[in-house]
């Protein structure tokens, strides 16, 4: 059993059959990284990096569902990479995942460019002065560009990728338009996109997207994912914890 910290408490993560060390009042992860994870379309062999990695969330996931390739979390706030580490010896991971600390607008030394078949981030969605923020608070690091923006990741994740490597992101709707610039800019061809709803009826919340490093042009519009049905959560999401 790891140590934990006086704030710390070990979760059940229920679409990986695996538990996570969480802090009862820090950052705790979303139904975003999840969505994600499914969203991923993944041989399971593939070497994958998680940008802004967190706890260690998507990492364990994907492990925990049997992704066989190594998989690198990279993760800013010490305290974040801390935790991920003693989740992923508390799961018995460590020859599968690594986790780094380190800034990913400055890559560290090793990670090797052009070494991942796959990148993952599920990065702050709102921009410094648009909504409340915690300074220093591990949310507020989390939910807000504090330490990078949208294209951060994307510059980074296209220097890690190998020609032909995919990239994976969730990102607010609202911000759809900067997303696809960005990852166009960066040459990163979106390929496949899907929007979140929370409920039928509703406007995108959230958008689900792959790009290809080097890919060609078309774009695949996939059906929308709903995450509610009624006040309960849809088939579809109860499917993807592995309870539909």
């Given at each position: 059993m790891p140590t934990l910290l006086p704030d710390e408490e070990i979760h059940l993560l229920r679409p990986a059959g695996l538990k996570i060390i969480q802090a009862r009042s820090g950052y705790r992860f979303s139904l975003d990284p999840v969505l994600l994870c499914a969203f991923a379309a993944l041989d399971g062999t593939e070497r994958l990096a998680d940008l802004g990695t967190g706890s260690g969330v998507m990492p364990l996931i994907l492990a925990g569902r049997g992704h066989g390739g190594a998989i690198v979390g990279v993760e800013l706030q010490p305290q974040l990479a801390d935790r991920a580490r003693r989740s992923v010896a508390l799961n018995g991971l460590q020859d599968r995942i690594a986790i780094i600390e380190g800034d990913l607008r400055a890559l560290p030394a090793s990670l090797a460019p052009g070494t991942f078949d796959g990148v993952l981030c599920n990065p702050p969605y709102r921009k410094p002065g648009t909504g409340k923020v915690a300074p220093?608070?591990?949310r507020g690091a989390a939910r807000h560009e504090l330490a990078g923006g949208i294209?951060?990741?994307v510059r980074a994740a296209a220097i890690l990728l190998k020609p032909g490597g995919r990239f994976f992101v969730i990102?607010?709707?609202e911000r759809l338009n900067e997303l696809l610039a960005v990852m166009s800019r960066e040459?990163?061809?979106p390929k496949r996109l899907r929007t979140v709803h929370s409920r039928t009826g509703e406007?995108?919340?959230m958008v689900l997207v792959e790009g290809r490093k080097g890919g060609r042009g078309g774009l695949a519009v996939e059906a929308p994912l709903f995450v509610y049905d009624g006040d309960r959560y849809s088939e579809e999401v109860l499917r993807i914890y592995g309870e539909g």
């Open positions: 220093g608070s591990e294209g951060d990741f990102f607010l709707a040459g990163l061809e406007g995108a919340k």
